[in-house]
């Protein structure tokens, strides 16, 4: 059984906060999708996850 489990993920480039206190479950099988603004942290979070 796969899943992801993220807990209070903060990310910074910088003095600049990209992702504050980020926290999320991922169950297996289950299919998420990120969306959002440009800049908000979406390719961020996912180059942290692989």
Do not use: Y
């Amino acid at each position: 059984m796969a899943q992801i489990k993220i807990r209070n993920l903060i990310k910074q480039f910088g003095d600049v906060e990209i992702l504050h206190n980020l926290s999320i479950d991922i169950a297996d099988k289950e299919l998420v999708a990120l969306v959002g603004p440009s800049g908000c942290g979406k390719t961020t979070l996912l180059r942290m996850i692989a």
